[in-house]
Every structure is written in structure tokens, then in C-alpha cells.
């Protein structure tokens, strides 16, 4: 009923958060050192303005578009985000089948509490797969084809996390994943268990030593040569990295991981004009960091992105109320979409263009 109740994305915010013990609050909501590139993600969509035009028939307006070949019902799928488990018992699941419902997708975490398979199925053919590449090959290529398998759409390499950035009420307070929460596809826990190093943050020790932070472009070849699914990199900030990314056969994912890499980096609003340059047309690109609202949906289409991707929104949602809780939380932003085109005289997103906003 309180989710019913809610108007809006941060209303479904507060009502989470008031849900989650503050082990796992901590865990989402922090972003890295002083949460400079966490604050700007949102800020810096304020700041562009938007260009309305008027006079324009706007009875039926049409949110729909389309993501390296599957069909959305409007522009907004989920990023991948660690533990689902910690917000709700139906954990990726839930997260899964509210995506699936609305005609949204889900990219699904390497480091889910849900074995892949399981929350393929509920996703219902709506399923991207998040990889972190791991020391050993072998493990890496083994999820890889399972994903495939299982029917993900796409691998979204992230490349922005040798390692982990610096999240500091994790260290302080020493952050650790319940016991009764596993990590399926990401190697046992007992295996983890004894690994040593400075973080006092137990999802750091268990990172750095499964995941390679020798990656560099040279392993791009070997990881698209394991199956036939397009290739995505998440993370990429700068024109000159997604030159790259077209060179290597990839997509581009704009974003700072939330800001919880590293900080002060540039938001990912700002970032996304010169890669649009820079990509020119060759690839498909995609943003995530801070969208809260329908017109963060607009300014980021506008400048050159075919889709963005919810990471915390979908968390909060999750944790207010499981599958419904993500569905009410997909359901507002489309009807904000849908509401925010017709104000603009936007009758569908082919119309959607660099003369919609003013930087
Ligand atoms: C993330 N993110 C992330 N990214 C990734 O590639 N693999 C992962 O396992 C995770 N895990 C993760 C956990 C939590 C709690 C958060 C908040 C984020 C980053 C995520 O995909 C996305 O880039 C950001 O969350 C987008 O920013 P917003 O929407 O949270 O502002």
C-alpha cells in the first residue's frame, strides 16, 4: 500500500532504505572517498535544460525502442547491481520478473545471490550478463557459456574495476554478506574465506581475489571468441575509450559505477556527449549513474544514448516491496517518460534528439 503511495522514485528510495539494516544500506548507497562523482551522476542532469516544442500531436506517444536487437517497451532496463539477497529473500528473481513484466531487461551480476539459470528463466528471454573476468580463465569461460546457454542476450564486460574503489563506511564498519546469502556463480565461499588482505570490507577480499586486474584490451579477442553474443563494455568515460571499444567489435556502456570507483571522475551525463561524437553512429551506447526521473531519461537519449540502466533505483525498489516493489519503480519512471515526450512534443523516440536539450 505505501508503495502504491508513493509518487515518485525517491519516495520508493526512502521507503527502502527504511527496510535494510544498515550492513546492507551502507553497501548500496555509498559511493567512493568524498561521493563527488556519486552527487554529480544526479546533479549534472539537472543542470541541462530542456528545449520543448509545441503544437505537436501528442495523443499517442510511443516509448518504444529496441537494444541490440530485443524489443523494449520504453528505454530503461537494470544494471547490474551485487547481492540482491540483501534487500529481499526473492533477491534476483524478483528484480527479474519485474523487468520481464514491464518489456524492460535485467543485467544480471556476476556476483548474484541467484544462481544465473534461475533468474534466466524468470527474466524470461529479457537477460544481459555482467562479467567480471576472473584470474582464472577457465571459470570465466565456463559463466560465459553458461550464460549463453541459459539465454542471456548480451556479455557486459565491466572494465572500470580492477579493483575496488575505496568505499569507506564498508571499511569502517566492516561490511560482510550474511551467511545465509551465497554467491553461485562466483566460486564457494569457503574458498574465499581465507583470503588476506588490507580491507576490512568482506566483499574487497572476496573481489580482489577472484577478479583480474591485469585486463586489458588484448583479452577482448579471447572473451568474444567464447561465444557469439555481442560484446558490451561497461564503464567507459572518455571519447577515446570508446574509439577503442568500436575497434574491438564492442558496445558501450557509459558510467562511473555509481561513483563508487573513483571519485572526482567525471559524472556520467557529462561524459556521454564526446563518446556519442566518438562512436558516431557504430555502436550501440547505453549510460547508467543518477537517473531518477523521466527527463534524466530524455537528456540522456538526446545526447546520443539508446537506453539507460537503473542501479540503486531497483535496489530501493527490491527492498520496499520485492518484484512489486521494482515494477512500481519501473512503472513510474515509464509513465514519467511517456509524460515528459508529450510535454516536449516528442511522439516517439526517433524524435528524441540533441535539439531537445541545452547544455
Ligand atoms: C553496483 N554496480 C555494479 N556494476 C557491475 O558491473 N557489477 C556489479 O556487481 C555491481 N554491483 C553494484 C552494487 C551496488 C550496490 C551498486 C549501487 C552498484 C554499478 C551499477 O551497475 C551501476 O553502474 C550504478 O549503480 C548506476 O548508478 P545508479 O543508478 O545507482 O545511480
Known sequence: QALERAVNLPEI?????????????????????DGHTHRANREDFARIH??????????????????????????????????????????E???????????SVMTLSTFSNT???????????????????????????GLVRRAEAAGARALVLTVDTPFVGRREANERNRFNLPPHLQVPNAGSREALAGLETQSGSQLVRHFQGLVDPSLNWRDLEWLRSLSRLPVILKGVLTAEDAELAVQHGCHVWVSNHGGRQLDTAVSSIAALPEIADAVAGRAEIYLDGGISRGTDVLKALALGARAVFLGRPALW????????????????LRDEVRLAMALSGKQNMQQVGADLVKL
Open 13 to 33: 528510495e526512502a521507503l527502502g532504505c527504511a527496510r535494510l539494516d544498515q550492513n546492507a544500506l551502507e553497501y548500496y548507497a555509498s559511493g567512493a572517498n
Open 50 to 91: 530542456l528545449r520543448p516544442r509545441l503544437l505537436v500531436d501528442v495523443s499517442d506517444v510511443q516509448t518504444k525502442t529496441s537494444v541490440l536487437g530485443l524489443d523494449l517497451d520504453f528505454p530503461v532496463g537494470i544494471a547490474p547491481s551485487a547481492f540482491h539477497g540483501l534487500a529481499h529473500p526473492d533477491a
Open 93 to 103: 528473481q524478483a528484480t527479474a520478473r519485474a523487468a520481464a513484466g514491464l518489456g
Open 115 to 141: 544462481p544465473l539459470e534461475d533468474v534466466a528463466q524468470a527474466a524470461a528471454g529479457r537477460l544481459w550478463f555482467q562479467l567480471y573476468l576472473y584470474r582464472d580463465r577457465e571459470v570465466s569461460a
Open 317 to 332: 525498489g527490491l527492498a520496499a516491496g520485492g518484484e512489486d516493489g521494482v515494477r512500481r519503480v519501473l512503472t513510474l
